[in-house]
């Protein structure tokens, strides 16, 4: 597309529905029973005329975004709400631009406004992520595109910017032309801190004939990659590993991450960790399974640390920490190789750090840089779909996925809108007793259905069975 349309975000809905977890899930400081899921519809209208309604929806989640004890989650949930009024606000006022251009010309001006109102980055851009990826799914829609071939035509007008300086001379139209989304990509199992791994941890059974053991999990997905979190204490997480080698190691040639989510006070700690699997025998097979460790460090100290001494181990990446757009290139000069992508801190920060990892790669002559693909629990629907057009386009052949597993399906939505999308999308969802869910066959998820007109999909969820959101009560009074 030699010219990327211009267009004005002219209204926005903003809405959201509450949901439960079928059975509790434990990440860092907080065990999760359930929840609530922003949804945002924007009418943008181009420079010709012509108008469009687009959708975006993700998780309002609480002490993810900002890991302050001394914030309630309801707090936690102002703040992401706060996040996206300020978007909102920004954009209205703003003039005529391409998809890119609302991003790029109104990140600093976020960011700027969120750290007045105390909203650190990360949470900031949750507002903006949100607002992008709707108002680029009405604009995909007007032109009745799917994401992948949009993307693939710079419909956005992806281009040089001073919002990512070190990428002045990239050829971002080049990356995008030349990008293969894949169809199959293969589901990475979370195994979070409290989730049991074989029957004998139970003493309550949530019996709706869904698998809940990390053995049942494995038995009935056949996943050949998994998430292992693990929670600061050498001594515990040891044994829990060496608990879950039991079951995975009886699955020969399974590959696993390893999620620090914080939890470790400094590199040396997660190097002693490291040391400490290393002279676990009943860990020799999973040590070797580890491809990557993920944001081990507490974010205050994540980015002022070298991570050299663990990288000799394993590679390193950056995901709570990829807080400002050039977050990644700081981690580039502690040990950092990695990144995360999250369709809740935004596509285009997506793309961009993919041209970094293209651009260093080249530089330095071996494939050393890479993103990885994680979860927020991205529920049924436009949220998981979306996440997954991304990860498809950036080529990320595994990425992680926890939502099927700890939210039943189209869990609180009407059983008519469930229908509707697993019509639609009918190998990335499967009819079960419990209603549409997620279909993992043999460990991977079918993502043709997603080659759709707009952002991952057509169809749009009900809104009338939704709650309007309301005012943030953010910041607070002190």
């Given at each position: 597309?030699?010219?990327?349309?211009?267009?004005?975000?002219?209204e926005?809905?903003?809405?959201?529905?509450?949901?439960?977890?079928?059975?509790?899930?434990?990440?860092?400081?907080?065990?999760?029973?359930?929840?609530?899921?922003?949804?945002?519809?924007?009418?943008?209208?181009?420079?010709?005329g012509?108008?469009?309604?687009?959708?975006?929806?993700?998780?309002?989640a609480?002490?993810?975004?900002?890991?302050?004890?001394?914030?309630?989650?309801?707090?936690?949930?102002?703040?992401?709400?706060?996040?996206?009024?300020?978007?909102?606000?920004e954009?209205?006022?703003?003039?005529?631009?391409t998809?890119?251009?609302?991003?790029?010309?109104?990140y600093?001006?976020?960011?700027?406004?969120?750290?007045?109102?105390?909203?650190?980055?990360?949470?900031?851009?949750?507002?903006?992520?949100?607002?992008?990826?709707?108002?680029?799914?009405?604009?995909?829609?007007?032109?009745?595109?799917?994401f992948?071939?949009?993307?693939?035509?710079n419909?956005?007008?992806?281009?040089?910017?001073?919002?990512?300086?070190?990428?002045?001379?990239?050829?971002?139209?080049?990356?995008?032309?030349?990008?293969?989304?894949?169809?199959?990509?293969?589901?990475?199992?979370?195994?979070?801190?409290?989730?049991?791994?074989?029957?004998?941890?139970?003493?309550?059974?949530?019996?709706?004939?869904?698998?809940?053991?990390?053995?049942?999990?494995?038995?009935?997905?056949?996943?050949?990659?998994?998430?292992?979190?693990v929670?600061?204490?050498?001594?515990?997480?040891?044994d829990?590993?060496?608990?879950?080698?039991?079951?995975?190691?009886?699955?020969?040639?399974?590959?696993?991450?390893?999620?620090?989510?914080?939890?470790?006070?400094?590199?040396?700690?997660?190097?002693?960790?490291?040391?400490?699997?290393?002279?676990?025998?009943?860990?020799?097979?999973?040590?070797?399974?580890?491809?990557?460790?993920?944001?081990?460090?507490?974010?205050a100290?994540?980015?002022?640390?070298?991570?050299?001494?663990?990288?000799?181990?394993?590679?390193?990446?950056?995901?709570?920490?990829?807080?400002p757009?050039?977050?990644?290139?700081t981690?580039?000069?502690?040990?950092?190789?990695?990144?995360?992508?999250?369709?809740?801190?935004?596509?285009?920060?997506?793309?961009?750090?993919?041209?970094?990892?293209?651009?260093?790669?080249?530089?330095?002559g071996?494939?050393?840089?890479?993103?990885?693909a994680?979860?927020?629990?991205?529920l049924?629907?436009?949220?998981?779909?979306?996440?997954?057009?991304?990860?498809?386009?950036?080529?990320?052949s595994h990425?992680e996925?926890?939502?099927?597993?700890?939210?039943?399906?189209?869990?609180?939505?009407?059983?008519?809108e469930?229908?509707?999308?697993?019509?639609?999308?009918?190998?990335?969802?499967?009819?079960?007793?419990?209603?549409?869910?997620?279909?993992?066959?043999?460990?991977?998820?079918?993502?043709?259905?997603?080659?759709?007109?707009?952002?991952?999909?057509?169809?749009?969820?009900?809104?009338?069975?939704?709650?309007?959101?309301?005012r943030?009560?953010?910041?607070?009074?002190?």
């Amino acid at each position: 597309m030699a010219d990327a349309p211009r267009f004005r975000l002219a209204e926005t809905e903003c809405r959201e529905w509450p949901f439960r977890l079928r059975m509790p899930f434990r990440f860092g400081v907080i065990t999760v029973t359930h929840g609530r899921q922003a949804v945002i519809r924007a009418r943008i209208v181009t420079e010709d005329g012509r108008e469009a309604w687009g959708v975006a929806a993700e998780t309002l989640a609480a002490k993810w975004f900002d890991k302050d004890a001394a914030l309630s989650d309801a707090q936690n949930e102002d703040q992401l709400r706060r996040a996206l009024e300020l978007a909102c606000a920004e954009t209205r006022a703003a003039a005529l631009d391409t998809a890119f251009g609302h991003f790029a010309n109104g990140y600093a001006p976020q960011i700027r406004m969120g750290g007045e109102e105390r909203l650190n980055p990360l949470v900031a851009s949750y507002g903006r992520a949100l607002l992008d990826r709707a108002m680029l799914d009405a604009l995909l829609k007007l032109h009745g595109l799917s994401f992948w071939d949009g993307m693939r035509m710079n419909i956005g007008g992806l281009a040089p910017h001073g919002c990512a300086p070190d990428l002045a001379d990239f050829d971002f139209r080049g990356m995008l032309a030349g990008l293969k989304p894949l169809t199959r990509v293969q589901a990475r199992h979370t195994v979070g801190l409290v989730d049991p791994i074989t029957a004998d941890d139970q003493t309550l059974r949530v019996e709706d004939g869904l698998p809940e053991t990390l053995e049942e999990v494995a038995n009935t997905y056949g996943h050949r990659w998994w998430k292992l979190k693990v929670g600061g204490d050498i001594k515990a997480d040891v044994d829990r590993l060496s608990r879950i080698a039991g079951v995975l190691d009886l699955r020969p040639g399974y590959r696993a991450s390893l999620d620090g989510n914080e939890q470790y006070e400094d590199a040396d700690g997660v190097v002693a960790l490291w040391r400490a699997i290393e002279a676990e025998p009943r860990l020799a097979g999973l040590r070797q399974a580890i491809a990557y460790i993920e944001q081990p460090v507490k974010r205050a100290q994540a980015l002022a640390t070298s991570m050299d001494a663990l990288a000799k181990h394993r590679p390193v990446i950056i995901d709570e920490s990829d807080g400002p757009l050039d977050a990644f290139v700081t981690a580039r000069g502690l040990g950092y190789s990695g990144v995360s992508s999250k369709a809740c801190k935004g596509i285009w920060r997506s793309l961009i750090n993919l041209a970094r990892c293209r651009a260093w790669n080249d530089e330095e002559g071996a494939a050393r840089y890479f993103m990885s693909a994680e979860d927020l629990t991205t529920l049924a629907g436009v949220c998981v779909q979306q996440d997954l057009a991304l990860i498809s386009l950036l080529g990320l052949s595994h990425v992680e996925r926890n939502g099927h597993h700890f939210v039943d399906g189209f869990s609180g939505r009407p059983k008519a809108e469930a229908v509707r999308f697993m019509e639609a999308h009918q190998g990335l969802y499967a009819d079960t007793p419990h209603g549409p869910r997620l279909a993992i066959r043999d460990g991977a998820l079918d993502l043709r259905s997603l080659d759709c007109p707009g952002l991952g999909a057509t169809e749009e969820p009900d809104y009338t069975a939704m709650e309007a959101m309301p005012r943030a009560a953010w910041p607070p009074s002190d």
